[in-house]
């Protein structure tokens, strides 16, 4: 059985390249997703057994500003949606923003009762359009990615280190992602250097 409609479904050759890439974003925040929760069922069934969790009080401090980095984040997303955008662009930055929402979630669930209740700021301010806002989400995405690598080095429970590290390996494809669709060299991404 066919699901697929012939008016809606385009091959990988009548696709452009800028097509492509923004599939690929909102495809991989879906493929994202199961590795956030797969986290948090280890988690959950490491804590259901005698044998005691790979945890350390001493993350939630670490952890919670990753999480008020993250809400930031969540906020420039749902800012960009009031921008005026193409149907593309749009489906884009909502995956972008359910992402960062994703972690938001993971981050609190993971910290529980010791969970920030600090909103957050937007660390970007939309203002053009889509096309314009690349450099700065590219910023985002990289400088996001950093910050929890950071973290990583003062994490001490390997749960938390987990999480973590799944977060940051979608962060830097989004930055890669962004910078190819603003046609920025991959060397503003590894090098922070943006034009």
Same mark, same amino acid.
């Given at each position: ?12 050759? #009548?696709?452009? =390249? =800028?097509?492509? %890439? ?10 994202? /997703? ?47 949606? /009031?921008?005026?955008? =193409?149907? #593309? ?15 938001? #979630? ?43 690598? #950071? ?16 977060? %940051?390996? %979608? ?25």
């Amino acid at each position: 059985m066919d699901i697929h409609s012939h008016n809606t479904t385009e091959t990988a050759t #009548d696709m452009s =390249r =800028r097509q492509m %890439i923004l599939a690929a974003l909102t495809g991989g925040v879906v493929l994202a /997703t199961p590795a956030l929760l797969g986290t948090q069922v280890l988690a959950a069934e490491s804590s259901s057994t005698s044998t005691p969790p790979k945890r350390s009080a001493d993350d939630a401090a670490g952890l919670n500003a990753a999480l008020v980095a993250e809400r930031g984040h969540v906020l420039v997303y749902a800012a960009m949606e /009031t921008v005026n955008l =193409r149907e #593309d662009e749009r489906a884009v930055v909502v995956a972008m923003r359910e992402h960062h929402q994703a972690y938001v #979630d993971a981050l609190k669930g993971y910290v529980g009762s010791a969970a920030t209740t600090d909103a957050g700021d937007a660390s970007v301010t939309p203002s053009g359009n889509f096309e314009s806002m690349l450099p700065a989400l590219v910023k985002l995405e990289k400088a996001a990615a950093a910050s929890h690598t #950071d973290a990583l080095r003062v994490i001490k429970g390997t749960d938390a280190a987990a999480l973590v590290a799944s977060i %940051i390996t %979608i962060e830097a494809h989004h930055s890669a992602a962004l910078a190819t669709l603003a046609e920025l060299p991959l060397d503003v991404v590894t090098a922070g250097i943006t034009r």
